[in-house]
């Protein structure tokens, strides 16, 4: 089947691009890895993963299509995104200035938050859009297109979150004393609420 997809290897490089430049989900796993453990931005990774594949599937077969035309769902889905975004980045930003353990559960995004972030954010409905006119085609085989594509969305992505899950426990052995991490968590607090309001006036 890869030989009559053609724009599969451009996919590929479009998908880790996507996933790799830092965004709202990038920016939660870096800070959840860093305040609570590699093992607590697994379910964040994850859920964020099988949310934008999942839409790509969804716009893909038509499911989607009709949501994303519609402006006024739009923007009810972008400002809803931005609300909670705004919202997790105060939760980050008020923090009190003591070292957080992987015990603590306060403020944690889980996978279903995670996947849930994805589906109420228009931006991932207009990748997946953009995704599927540019690289599923047309003919026959466009469904199984659209599946490789959902799949290798999903497969690429994996990997690009946990980079940034890695980077934040790195980062945590600098960040042992109560006002190194709240400093820290400050700063990606502002960090996440630029990249969700940046994301109404692009």
Known sequence: ????????????????????????????????????????????????????AGIVLLVGTGAGSSLTSIPGVQTAMQWIGVAWLSYLAWQIFSAPPVTLTPQDDEARLGMVGAAGLQLINPKTWMMALAVVSVFAGGGEHRLVHVAYLSLAFFL?????????????????????????????????????????WLSVFA
């Not at 820290?184 to 969700?196: G, T, V, W, Y």
């Open 156 to 196: 690429i992505s994996l990997p690009c979150l946990s980079v940034w899950a890695l980077l934040g426990a790195g980062s945590a052995r600098w960040l042992r004393s109560p006002q190194a991490m709240q400093r820290f968590n400050r700063c990606m607090a502002l960090l996440l609420l630029s990249s969700a």
């Open 1 to 52: 089947m890869l030989p009559s997809f053609p724009t599969f290897l451009p996919f590929l490089l479009f998908a880790f691009v996507a996933s790799i430049t830092p965004g709202p989900t990038n920016i939660l796993v870096l800070s959840s890895s860093a305040r609570y453990g590699i093992a607590a931005a697994v379910p964040i990774i994850f859920g964020g993963c099988v949310g934008a």
